[in-house]
């Protein structure tokens, strides 16, 4: 069954350094999704991306974020200078078409930033 | 409360037990959506409902949504021991649109 991989598992850094967080999503999918889940606390919307590009962001997704799809089958979530804050579970998800529902999420990026 | 809030925070039961959890939402919505998520594990989706549906059935589990009351209920009859997760509703204002996620609620079956 297809899905939706990421890459580190987990992840630890110094504070101010840069993070690149790497999904590969379903195929066919078209809708990109970020996601992040401090320890313990809701699932939170970071940024959806459709056609090479951002179309919609949350107010947490700040200039210290940014999302690419540099070829065709990555997508990455970049975060240039972390903060203690950013320590969380980082899920990415993708979707087939607006419409479809289901969004099918990885297993996740569990980043630590000491 | 949030958009998408569930009761009870957690929940605990014997095996064969029903386990019935709810969730309310401030805003209009076009699917609600529930997940659920293993300790330290991604979210995998279990049903959708839609705003026009008043009742879903996937195997052991029943949806009900209540529109005009803004809720949702997520029943998981005759629970086992594997059901042991947080269970999260999210919905979505428009399809397309990005998901907001509830709290969870923390369910423990023991066997």
């Known amino acids: 069954e297809p899905e939706v991989t990421q890459t580190p598992s987990h992840q630890v850094t110094q504070m101010g350094q840069e993070v690149i967080l790497r999904c590969v999503p379903i195929?066919?999918?078209?809708?990109f999704y970020w996601y992040r889940q401090i320890l313990g606390q809701k699932v939170e919307f970071l940024v959806s991306f459709y056609n090479n590009e951002i179309s919609e962001k949350s107010e947490i997704f700040d200039d210290q974020f940014s999302v690419e799809r540099p070829d065709g089958s990555n997508f990455t979530l970049k975060i240039r200078s972390t903060k203690l804050e950013d320590s969380a579970m980082y899920f990415c998800?993708?979707?087939?078409?607006?419409?479809?529902?289901?969004?099918?999420f990885g297993e996740g990026s569990r980043l630590t930033v000491l | 409360s949030q958009q998408g809030e569930e009761d009870p925070q957690a929940l605990s039961i014997q095996e064969g037990e029903n386990a019935t959890m709810n969730c309310s939402y401030k805003t209009s919505i076009n699917n609600l959506q529930w997940y659920r998520q293993n300790s330290g594990r991604g979210l995998v989706h279990l049903i959708l409902?839609?705003?026009?549906?008043r009742e879903k059935h996937s195997g052991r589990l029943r949806v009900t949504l209540d529109t005009s009351k803004k809720s949702s209920s997520l029943l998981i009859t005759a629970s086992r021991a594997a059901d042991t997760a947080s269970y999260f509703c999210a919905t979505d204002r428009a399809a397309g649109n990005k998901l907001t996620f509830g709290g969870g609620t923390r369910v423990l079956v023991k066997p």
């Open positions: 998800a993708s979707i087939a078409e607006q419409g479809a529902g289901e969004l099918f």
């Open positions: 195929s066919n999918h078209l809708y």
């Open positions: 409902i839609r705003s026009n549906e």
